[in-house]
């Protein structure tokens, strides 16, 4: 991967209610997510997209303000550096800044600008989206970071398993970083049956979508054009979440193409995790079902952001763990 590497309403929402602390003036901030049916859908021909379960996904990417409440909530002294300074920049970053000492009697509090609040949080590793998962699946407890709050939860973090990217997600979890499958099937899948079959772009479009944020008759995104212009001034570069109007999924989720690419948990290569969906900072060609990127899983790309998927508790219960998901390599690549 090279360089040149709110809200608007659609579809039914379920809104998860986060309460953060200081630097988000003790506001509730709503998790919006979107229901997934179609239970055992076929795959597409790429051989993604089945998942055997109904649940829920992120309607939008996870934003700087959701995040700067998770950062509020365990991050005081942050044991496990999941504040990078890089969010920060005005140029590249999404808005966060830090102040304090990082000590008990000087704790760190984090804010984010208010023109960054909804887009999409950037500069994490895959390993700060499974801690900030965790903490959703604990319940959003404020304290230490440690194994009731971001270690342990839908996934077991231990630096032996991070070291060999063998980490998976469990039996039982209620929240987690999308898997590949349940990522592709929210962004591509048609919907309203078992064999509806794919579209091409997650905009419900076999063409390729624009890049026009006035047009509201749909099929736009935030992807650069060939010609290395961005759809928005410099100092933004990622997209407010729903920016693009009626430029939804089939099941109602934006931003599955362009702005940010999406962690996912696929474990490729041995040494690096999913990636998809493409960014603000790659053209048009990253947005379809057939690119699939990876990069280790520590990397933390201004680039980079994520999205999470839930099922209610008494789902969970019959629901395996995933396991290791896509371990072939498509010829088509972003993190190569």
Do not use: H
């Not at 063998?166 to 309203?192: C, L």
């Not at 729903?242 to 089939?250: L, M, Y």
């Amino acid at each position: 991967m090279d360089r040149k590497y709110l809200c608007r309403a659609l579809g039914l929402a379920v809104a998860c209610v986060l309460l953060v602390g200081a630097g988000m003036a003790s506001a509730a901030i709503t998790m919006d997510l979107v229901p997934v049916g179609n239970v055992r859908n076929a795959a597409d021909t790429t051989g993604y997209g089945q998942v055997n379960y109904a649940y829920n996904i992120g309607k939008y990417e996870v934003t700087a303000g959701q995040y700067t409440g998770f950062l509020n909530a365990v991050a005081k002294t942050d044991t496990y550096a999941l504040y990078n300074p890089a969010m920060s920049s005005p140029i590249n970053g999404s808005g966060i800044t830090r102040s304090g000492g990082g000590t008990v009697g000087n704790p760190y509090t984090y804010s984010v600008a208010a023109d960054f609040v909804n887009r999409p949080v950037n500069c994490v590793s895959f390993w700060d989206s499974c801690r900030f998962a965790n903490w959703l699946q604990n319940g959003r407890p404020t304290g230490a970071q440690g194994p009731g709050t971001t270690e342990d939860g839908a996934y077991t973090l231990t630096p032996t398993g991070m070291a060999n990217n063998t980490i998976t997600r469990k039996a039982g979890w209620r929240w987690a970083v999308t898997s590949e499958d349940e990522w592709y099937k929210a962004a591509y899948y048609k919907g309203g049956g078992t064999n509806a079959g794919y579209w091409i772009f997650p905009t419900r479009s076999d063409s390729a979508p624009g890049r026009d944020m006035a047009d509201v008759s749909g099929n736009n995104a935030n992807y650069r054009d060939g010609s290395g212009t961005y759809p928005i001034d410099s100092g933004k570069y990622t997209t407010i979440a729903g920016e693009f109007q009626n430029s939804g999924s089939p099941y109602g989720t934006f931003d599955q193409g362009g702005n940010v690419w999406e962690w996912n948990e696929a474990i490729i290569r041995g040494d690096s995790r999913g990636l998809r969906g493409g960014s603000f900072d790659n053209d048009g060609d990253n947005l379809w079902t057939d690119n699939r990127g990876s990069i280790n899983p520590s990397y933390e790309g201004y680039f980079i952001g994520f999205r999470v998927s839930q099922v209610p508790e008494a789902a969970s219960l019959g629901i395996l763990g995933l396991g290791v998901v896509g371990m072939l390599i498509r010829r088509r690549g972003a993190g190569r």
